[in-house]
């Protein structure tokens, strides 16, 4: 099994609005974390009484701190993107009316959203914001369609960080080196063949201690086996790499999404695809138009939906979502605000659906209720 269908199945969270990377950082491994703690808290395991504190209790509380803030501010954009995943999801195990309904339904939806977070006017202060929004894009790009895409690069690096930060956490708490104790790991397998013992874990030690014995005080030192070290030392090796790898994939993960939302082009590119699956792109002219679906009316916080949508949901889906999407902003590509007049046929993916009408409030609040 991959890691990335490892990841993907714990679904079992019930959020839907994030990536697998994420949830390797904020899930996997605090149950890896917490697995640990259970091991070296277990008396049975070292025969001996002895009640110790894991560091794991501690550090494993900070790892899904970036996943809480995401689930709670997210829907500060005017989305409930966990809902809109979950109805986005479920259409690919329905009926094909069924499928066509919802997909319509969530494209009216995002195009709704769209239209309504737009600048509706122009003066010294929007103009002020539109700067800012270029480098505060969480603060002041809500109607300049990056809000979401800006916190959510936000969380991203938040990831990356709280990782790195783990093994500075454990240097202190360990009052060690932490941070190259892997190294020192595989330095030792290379060079001596073995990894016997770590001075760091040791496993022998001396103890003193005083017993009186009626007038006169009795000074004893004894060596003392510490069997917890034994799990110890192997639990400390095993989570070095696994914070190294997903310290690894944390920072990949980051670097693809800053890539991919850095570069308008990619805006552009990543549209196109679908719109040419649905066979909505035939010539120059198409071309043109759809750079401005992607540019002016999709902007960074749309195509990041419908990039969220894909990772969590299936290519098809999307496909359907775009064409829909496109063939609304076909029909009235200067519209700014939300039409209330009934919709014309619709032919994504060159299939017609039925006249309806578009989704009223109560629609829309069932929408973001289910």
């Not at 890691?3 to 904020?26: E, M, N, T």
């Not at 996997?28 to 560091?55: N, R």
Request: hydrophobic share 40%; charged share 25%; proline share 3%.
């Amino acid at each position: 099994m991959s890691l990335y269908s490892f990841a993907s199945w714990s679904r079992i969270q019930g959020s839907r609005d994030d990536d697998w990377a994420d949830r390797v950082s904020h899930l996997w491994t605090v149950g890896v974390l917490a697995m640990f703690t259970l091991l070296v808290s277990s008396v049975q395991y070292v025969g001996d009484p002895i009640h110790c504190w894991c560091p794991a209790q501690f550090t494993g509380r900070l790892l899904p701190i970036p996943n809480l803030i995401w689930r709670m501010l997210n829907s500060t954009g005017g989305l409930n993107m966990d809902r809109l995943v979950q109805l986005a999801e479920s259409t690919q195990l329905g009926k094909p009316e069924d499928r066509e309904k919802i997909t319509y339904q969530v494209a009216k939806y995002l195009d709704r959203w769209l239209k309504a977070h737009r600048q509706y006017h122009y003066n010294l202060m929007v103009r002020l914001r539109q700067r800012f929004s270029n480098v505060f894009c969480f603060w002041f790009a809500k109607r300049e369609g990056k809000f979401l895409t800006g916190f959510y690069l936000f969380i991203k690096a938040m990831y990356a960080t709280n990782v790195i930060g783990q093994f500075f956490i454990l240097n202190n708490f360990l009052s060690m080196d932490f941070s190259w104790f892997g190294y020192e790991v595989l330095y030792k397998l290379v060079k001596e063949g073995e990894f016997t013992s770590s001075p760091r874990f040791p496993r022998i030690t001396l103890c003193d201690f005083e017993i009186r014995q009626l007038q006169n005080l009795q000074r004893y030192t004894v060596q003392c086996v510490l069997p917890i070290n034994l799990f110890n030392e192997k639990i400390f090796i095993f989570l070095w790499f696994w914070y190294f790898l997903v310290a690894v994939i944390a920072t990949v993960s980051y670097l693809s999404w800053l890539y991919q939302v850095l570069i308008g082009y990619n805006r552009y590119r990543y549209v196109k695809k679908y719109l040419k699956i649905g066979d909505n792109i035939r010539n120059e002219k198409d071309s043109k138009f759809a750079r401005k679906f992607a540019d002016e009316y999709l902007r960074d916080d749309g195509v990041f939906i419908l990039r969220v949508i894909a990772k969590n949901s299936s290519e098809l889906v999307v496909t359907d979502i775009v064409n829909s999407l496109w063939a609304l902003y076909r029909d009235n590509p200067h519209a700014v605000k939300p039409s209330d007049k009934r919709t014309r046929e619709l032919k994504p993916n060159g299939k017609a659906l039925a006249p309806t009408m578009e989704m009223d409030e109560d629609e829309m609040d069932t929408l973001n209720s289910r």
